[in-house]
């Protein structure tokens, strides 16, 4: 655990009122986030794939002559609406819910869909459901906002002069008027085909040929017109068997499908990518640039708090006033100094652009700081007190007052990525090295750390399968339920046997997910995996971890290890806010082997010793197994 005091911030900058954040409120603060059911990703996975489900079922349009396939702008302004869309509804709530307008109006619309279709429906209410969750978000940020006005009390203060000084949002800008001019440009060369096309073909005559040959896997097919045969570019040759007759513009060796006039399709991708690129960009410029702004509105409510940087990816993480061990991160950002001259000639890494934190600079950066570490010649970065200037909530931007490099200086700081609470998650949640005690550094916990919180026991303490730990559980049975369809209902081979046996060895794995147990009692650890029930005595214990393939290990002598595997995702339980529970379990079945003053008195009872559902899930998918074969 951290003891360190935090460098003091000078009394001649904390302006006078300024109220702490404690722990108390700030807990409440963070208990406020959205519920794990809203989380951006489920909305934007399910978005996704019933996309591509309507996608894929949807009828296709036959391109003909009455009614040629040409430039598709209103499909490509769908899809460009969808992809911006799901981008925004991790990114931009705000703007999402426009998007998700325009994305269902244009899905109701679409002439070629039937609401009878289950895909339609499903796409329906998959935008329900992600607009369902961008509400809830949206509240969760306004009572974020009102938790954090009650905290701040209604005492305002100026905002440092640096901090007026602050602009951001320039890169954006230029990266989305590049991209804008890129869709520009493929539009007008997509125009330009089409009108080449419509000049030429305006005095000519169509004229009906016979496919002499056909290519079902290439984009070409000859056609014979008048005894002459010409070789004509389709994207549909499936279309044009032998034999079949088909209608096309003849102009000496140039000719064309009437029914497939021209290709602009890599024009059409030409101006996709730009257009949701350059809106991408613009609106995270406009955005940043809009939420810069409010820190210039005058004096804002403030907060004594505590920040450190992160050691690895340069993040500042806020911690409470009365949290001088660092123990919980509240919220964490990017941050970039503020200096009263010529704001605009200092280059902003980080402008809007969110997703290029994981980029070439960063990287060389934290392998050079990881290689400092294990040699000891960059510590931690110190914990330093601050002055927070602004409301902290989700989504929104802060400056921050606290000590330079030099104690006796001060350094004004202005957030340059949104606000984020310290919450697990896929989209700005505790990075892996940061657990969710909030202890720098990552890796287990201090054994003392770990005591401090356990405390002394008389009955045997249990860890087991909860419920991310069944949720995986349930999803390995499915893959090897569909697994085992799909080899068994197809004609059999000796060459089936092979992968049904790998799929049945998927019956351990789901069985330990779906019941394991470690149970620890006076004499020692009780280990209920999928197949028994072991026994390993406290002398016999070298210790207990937990890998990050999600295995928890009881390590014993002579090198054996008895393995659970697995007991759960830890990243799954990161992305859905929750502590992962593996970790945890090893590290307090870690702290009780080297501190047996705080073992349970009492021995475990069969029932608290767990058991094992192997054979029973073994029975159930031998028959399933045979059900698929009779059925």
Not at 499 to 507: A, E, H, I, Q, T
Not at 550 to 555: K, R
Request: proline share 8%; net charge negative; aromatic share 8%.
């Amino acid at each position: 655990m951290n003891t360190a005091s935090p460098v003091p911030l000078p009394a001649g900058h904390i302006p006078p009122g300024t109220a702490d954040w404690r722990s108390s409120d700030a807990r409440r603060w963070l208990a406020a986030v959205p519920a794990a059911w809203a989380h951006p990703l489920w909305a934007v996975l399910g978005l996704a794939l019933t996309a591509a489900w309507w996608t894929a079922t949807a009828p296709a349009v036959p391109c003909t002559p009455a009614e040629p396939c040409g430039t598709d702008w209103p499909g490509l302004g769908f899809a460009a609406a969808l992809l911006l869309t799901l981008y925004w509804v991790a990114r931009q709530p705000r703007l999402a819910l426009p998007g998700l307008a325009v994305v269902l109006l244009g899905h109701l619309t679409d002439a070629t869909a039937s609401p009878e279709e289950p895909s339609w429906l499903a796409f329906v209410v998959a935008v329900a459901f992600a607009a369902a969750g961008i509400l809830h978000r949206l509240a969760a940020t306004a009572r974020q906002r009102a938790l954090a006005h009650e905290a701040a009390g209604p005492a305002v203060h100026p905002v440092p002069a640096a901090a007026l000084a602050f602009r951001r949002g320039r890169l954006s800008f230029v990266l989305a008027s590049l991209l804008l001019a890129v869709a520009v440009f493929g539009y007008w060369q997509a125009q330009r085909v089409a009108g080449e096309y419509e000049r030429r073909a305006a005095g000519l005559t169509p004229v009906t040929g016979t496919v002499t040959a056909s290519d079902p896997d290439g984009l070409l097919i000859d056609v014979a017109v008048g005894g002459r045969v010409h070789r004509v570019e389709t994207a549909h040759s499936e279309d044009h068997p032998v034999d079949s007759r088909t209608e096309l513009l003849v102009d000496g060796d140039w000719a064309r499908l009437v029914a497939e006039p021209y290709d602009v399709f890599g024009w059409e991708l030409l101006v996709l990518g730009g257009l949701v690129g350059g809106l991408a960009f613009l609106a995270n410029a406009v955005d940043g640039r809009t939420r810069s702004r409010q820190l210039h509105r005058g004096p804002l409510p403030a907060l004594r708090v505590l920040v450190r940087e992160g050691h690895d990816d340069g993040r500042t993480w806020v911690y409470a006033a009365d949290d001088p061990a660092a123990e919980r991160p509240l919220l964490h950002f990017h941050s970039l100094h503020a200096f009263e001259d010529d704001p605009e000639d200092r280059h902003d890494p980080h402008e809007d652009d969110e997703d290029e934190e994981d980029d070439g600079d960063e990287l060389a950066e934290g392998l050079r700081r990881v290689g400092a570490v294990l040699k000891g010649e960059d510590p931690p970065p110190p914990l330093r007190e601050a002055v927070l200037y602004g409301l902290p909530f989700a989504g929104t931007e802060l400056a921050f007052v606290a000590p330079d490099e030099d104690p006796a200086e001060v350094a004004v700081e202005c957030s340059v990525t949104a606000v984020k609470p310290a919450v697990a998650g896929l989209f700005g949640g505790l990075p892996d090295h940061a657990p969710a005690s909030g202890r720098p550094g990552g890796g287990r916990r201090p054994v003392d750390e770990v005591a401090a919180a356990l405390g002394p026991s008389v009955a045997p303490r249990t860890w087991g399968a909860h419920g991310v730990s069944r949720a995986v559980g349930a999803f390995l049975l499915l893959v090897q339920g569909g697994g085992v369809w799909a080899l068994l209902d197809d004609d059999m081979s000796w060459m089936s046997v092979f992968p049904l046996v790998g799929l049945f060895f998927v019956v351990t794995s789901a069985s330990t997910a779906l019941n394991w147990r470690l149970t620890a009692d006076r004499d020692g650890l009780w280990v209920a995996g999928p197949w028994r029930v072991r026994r390993v005595l406290w002398d016999d214990v070298l210790t207990v971890r937990h890998n990050h393939g999600g295995d928890l290990v009881v390590a014993r002598e002579e090198d054996t290890e008895v393995v659970l595997s697995p007991v759960g995702w830890a990243w799954l339980e990161r992305l859905l806010g929750r502590e992962p529970y593996g970790p945890r379990a090893a590290d307090e079945a870690h702290a009780l082997l080297r501190r047996p003053g705080l073992r349970p008195l009492e021995e475990a009872t069969p029932g608290q010793q767990g058991m094992p559902v192997g054979p029973l899930v073994a029975v159930v998918s031998a028959l399933w197994g045979v059900a698929v074969l009779l059925l």
